[in-house]
């Protein structure tokens, strides 16, 4: 459900003053994107639902300190982050490879064999694509899902996460490039067991 | 960085809706000749397709945020002080079970001859039994943490604490249980002794903060008022991170802002004013 500016103000100030069914109305119009930001970043459907409810509940008890200046989904975006984030940490579980936190690593770029016209099929893709996700450092994945999925501007994703617009700019197209070089080594590998080495286009 | 891959970031950013016109038009230009970098354009053109691919959502989903929503609404309802004092409990209870372990560590609880209080796996001081009675097993949960552990919030309701510190008062002197009362001292405060840390991060780098009174600064970071509207700020510097793992795993995070004039408490997009001065909050660390 897409809401004009002056909807989605006019909205917020009455779940603000206690309305429940605004509210409601704010989470019809937010759900699917932040379960969908909320499975990208945390893999499996079941914590993403979890997140998906803290999200909101979260977004109910701080409601009236949310100002209104930017986007509400914006805000909401940067809520699920932060419980996805927090939710990864507790899990303790993601292996990150070669994409480093640290601010200022650099990160290891495809070599040059690296083909980014083989990619795996469709039907396949999606199944990679989610371990490949798993493979980004929490930083990089987060700010390739702000962007792909919460279609947050390089500004809004620059303003939730305290980074300048050179950095944001550039961990996008790094995790892009990264994402793009596994799942094309796992078409390599895909064709290679099958036989079909060396049709790349 | 190569050529091509300078015009591969201006590729990433031209999906993004992020170019110059200028920008655009050499990208354009640059792949119409560059057969790798049009691959490239055409592999990410393809990996934000399958990204931006919304999945079905459970059917209950929305059931569950709504049913979620509504308990917080009762709850909050039911007492309209509950969010602060449970905000302020945390930070509390957090910082006040480290002053806890540094009474264990540094034996600085006077006449408490009897308990073994100088090692971790220490008997609990009694002076300490309201900050170590809810936070008892809670350390288990904290593998490399340097913090401490709350657990207050999980047992948010005043009476579930005060059913705990009962509890504990009963084990301390002498109940069923009183075997099992070594607390398992998180590792890196072994490492760490004397010195009592908190773990905090500053956005230029990690660093660690001693801090010399941890009760004053749990007293610090209660709200400045009890009760009231969510308190609003311009404070953008929130610098100082407090990580505070909570005894059922739920990891919380405040994020302290020291302004020129006021001190500000953040957790999830929610601020509100601390009750020390800036001057005070500093001299505490």
């Known amino acids: 459900m897409q809401m004009t500016r002056e909807e989605e103000l006019r909205i917020l100030q009455k779940a603000q003053a206690g309305d429940m069914d605004a509210f409601e109305t704010i989470v019809y119009a937010n759900e699917k994107a932040v379960f969908n930001l909320a499975l990208r970043q945390l893999g499996n459907r079941e914590d993403a639902e979890d997140a998906a409810q803290e999200v909101f509940v979260k977004a109910y008890s701080a409601l009236k300190s949310f ?135 | 960085m190569t050529v091509c891959e300078k015009y591969q970031e201006l590729i990433s950013g031209m999906l993004d809706g992020e170019l110059t016109e200028a920008e655009y038009t050499a990208v354009q230009a640059h792949i119409a000749l560059c057969d790798r970098c049009r691959a490239m354009y055409e592999a990410f053109m393809e990996l934000d397709a399958v990204l931006a691919e919304a999945e079905e959502v459970p059917a209950a989903l929305h059931e569950n945020i709504m049913t979620g929503v509504k308990s917080a609404a009762v709850a909050k309802k039911r007492s309209g002080k509950i969010y602060y004092f449970r905000r302020a409990a945390a930070a509390a209870a957090c910082l006040v079970l480290v002053v806890g372990a540094a009474f264990a560590a540094k034996e600085l609880v006077p006449g408490r001859s009897e308990m073994d209080a100088a090692a971790p796996g220490a008997m609990v001081p009694t002076g300490a039994t309201e900050m170590y009675s809810a936070t008892i097993g809670g350390y288990g949960a904290v593998e490399d943490a340097d913090v401490c552990v709350n657990t207050s919030i999980a047992m948010a309701e ?61 007293q610090a970071l209660l709200p400045a008022q009890e009760n009231g509207t969510m308190g609003e700020t311009d404070c953008s510097n929130f610098d100082i991170t407090l990580e505070i793992t909570q005894k059922d795993g739920v990891l919380r995070t405040l994020h302290i802002c020291v302004t020129d004039s006021q001190v500000f408490v953040e957790e999830d997009g929610s601020v509100y004013p601390a009750a020390c001065t800036p001057a005070e909050f500093a001299a505490i660390k």
């Open chain 1, 67 to 201: 100002r209104g200046e930017s986007k509400l989904s914006v805000w909401l975006y940067r809520i699920t982050s932060n419980v996805c984030v927090d939710m990864l940490r507790r899990r303790r579980d993601t292996v990150s490879l070669s994409l480093e936190a640290e601010e200022g690593a650099e990160l290891d770029l495809p070599s040059d064999s690296f083909d980014p016209a083989v990619l795996v099929e469709r039907s396949d893709l999606k199944v990679q694509l989610a371990q490949a996700l798993k493979s980004l450092s929490d930083d990089y994945r987060e700010i390739l899902l702000l962007r792909a999925i919460g279609g947050l501007s390089y500004e809004e994703i620059a303003e939730t996460l305290s980074l300048d617009i050179g950095t944001v700019k550039s961990r996008i197209f790094r995790a892009r490039k990264k994402l793009a070089e596994i799942l094309g080594n796992n078409s390599e590998n895909t064709s290679s067991k099958d036989g079909k080495g060396g049709a790349r286009a």
């Open chain 2, 158 to 218: 005043e009476k579930a604490i005060e059913d705990s510190v009962m509890e504990s008062q009963s084990v301390q002197s002498g109940g069923a249980g009183s075997d099992s009362l070594p607390i398992p001292m998180p590792e890196p405060w072994g490492k760490k002794d004397p010195s009592v840390w908190i773990s905090a991060r500053r956005s230029s780098g990690s660093a660690m903060i001693p801090v010399i009174d941890l009760d004053a600064l749990a």
